[in-house]
């Protein structure tokens, strides 16, 4: 998007408008040093990326000012695109803020247009006509680094939530054919429905017969949510599969009353301990302390 | 198209293999309940593993035909309901109450065998 739009905005004086790029790229070629101290000043003093130490700030700068540059001379954002992508990757997990980095390339843009005006200012028809060359690719530049720079965050975001998406619902197999699947926390729709979906494929998966569903590190859920439970356990019975729940609180027992679960349906054991235990001997295992079996 | 009914020993197997339409079903439930008196049987698999969707007639039947063999002195049992037809059903209130269903199979002929043993024995 960005580059079609620094080169439609070229468009109506092409020629002139390469002609002018060319200028500027030598101006800014020129005064490489002087006009990069001068941003790095701007950047320290607006207090801009306080997460870095100043000669990463000074290494940074020195390669955006030269992709920077590079994009106004090939009039195209492709390097400037994966450099801001690779820059983004790097500052991120250091705490940079989005306003930071917009902050800084919008000075680098100001730092330049600045150096312009001091240098075009006896000739206005010029600096005119400079501008207009400049200024659609500078903001052309701008948007792309700030595009690639929330692009990468929200691509974090994603797989961040992927990952708690799939730590939080474990289903585990304590025996042949018996589960245990331990719920942490809040329970919301969207939750539910993923709970109940990996549990059905777990039971299939896993050809369970048993299933314990402890509930213990859940303090409180909506009716909705406890509504959901109820028709998991009924989905798991069509299955094939007997499900035990562990460890309700007096808060959730009250909402199950409430939303008046017919109780027949629903098996109910104190703590996971019993939950395991009753699971057993449905599965018919019997376990003891060795001593029992073995006379000292 | 009409669901085979396999005789395997003392039980009935009926493997559905696509998707029926409401005649084919109340064709399977005739033919279950007549031939459970014919061969003697002592017990009826249903076997829906192919099925991707059950709706209220389909669940509706297949509950009548567990209630009928029941009547007629053997027990059925429905297998290989799919997880997320299993979901669906409960949605909509089908829960086959008072049917009993199992993984698969295996673990259909299993319950049967296991249960019709233990009444053989008393």
């Known amino acids: 998007m960005g580059l079609a739009q620094l080169r439609n905005e070229g468009k109506p004086a092409n020629e002139s408008t390469a002609v002018l790029l060319r200028e500027l790229v030598a101006h800014l070629g020129q005064n490489r040093t002087q006009l990069r101290e001068e941003w790095i000043r701007r950047i320290t003093e607006g207090r801009l990326l306080t997460a870095m130490s100043k000669e990463e700030i000074f290494a940074e700068a ?24 690779n820059l983004s990757e ?27 005006f001091s240098k075009y200012h006896s000739d206005s028809r010029m600096l005119n006509a400079v501008l207009d060359a400049y200024e659609p690719a500078a903001n052309a530049i701008a948007i792309t680094v700030a595009v690639g720079f929330v692009r990468e965050r929200e691509r974090i975001i994603r797989q961040q939530q992927e990952a708690i998406r799939e730590l939080s619902t474990p289903v585990l197999q304590v025996r042949e054919r018996l589960l245990i699947l331990p719920i942490i926390g809040l329970i919301d729709p969207l939750r539910a429905r993923q709970l109940t979906e990996q549990l059905l494929r777990g039971i299939r998966a896993n050809r369970a017969k048993v299933v314990v569903i402890d509930i213990t590190g859940v303090a409180a859920m909506d009716a909705t949510v406890a ?68 006379p000292a | ?73 053997a027990e ?40 019709i043993k233990t009444t053989a024995g008393r």
Request: aromatic share 4%; net charge negative; hydrophobic share 45%.
């Open chain 1, 62 to 85: 020195t390669s955006v000012y030269d992709s920077y540059v590079e994009a106004l001379e090939t009039r195209t954002l492709e390097t400037l695109q994966s450099y801001a992508q």
């Open chain 2, 76 to 115: 059925t049992v429905i297998v290989g309901i799919q997880p997320d037809v299993a979901f669906a059903m409960v949605h909509m209130g089908l829960t086959l109450e008072g049917v009993t269903t199992k993984l698969d199979l295996e673990e259909g002929l299993d319950h049967l065998n296991r249960n």
């Open chain 1, 90 to 116: 790097r500052i991120i997990p250091r705490g940079v803020e989005t306003h930071e980095v917009v902050g800084i390339v919008l000075l680098l843009r100001d730092v330049l247009a600045r150096s312009l």
């Open chain 2, 1 to 73: 198209m009409q669901v085979p009914i396999l005789k395997q020993g003392p039980y009935l197997i009926a493997t559905i293999q696509s998707a029926l339409t409401d005649a084919d079903i109340v064709q399977l439930r005739d033919a279950l309940v007549e031939q459970v008196g014919r061969f003697r049987s002592r017990g009826v698999i249903i076997d829906v593993t192919a099925l991707d969707v059950m709706d209220s007639f389909a669940t509706g039947t297949l509950r009548d035909v567990a209630h009928m063999v029941r009547l007629r002195g």
């Open chain 1, 227 to 294: 509504n959901h439970l109820v028709l998991t356990v009924e989905s798991a019975r069509l299955l094939g599969a007997r499900v035990i729940v562990t460890g309700l609180s007096p808060e959730i027992a009250q909402t199950l009353v409430n939303i008046g679960v017919d109780l027949g349906k629903m098996n109910t054991v104190g703590d996971l301990q019993g939950g395991i235990e009753e699971a057993e001997r449905l599965l018919g295992y019997k376990v003891g302390p060795l001593s029992d079996t073995t």
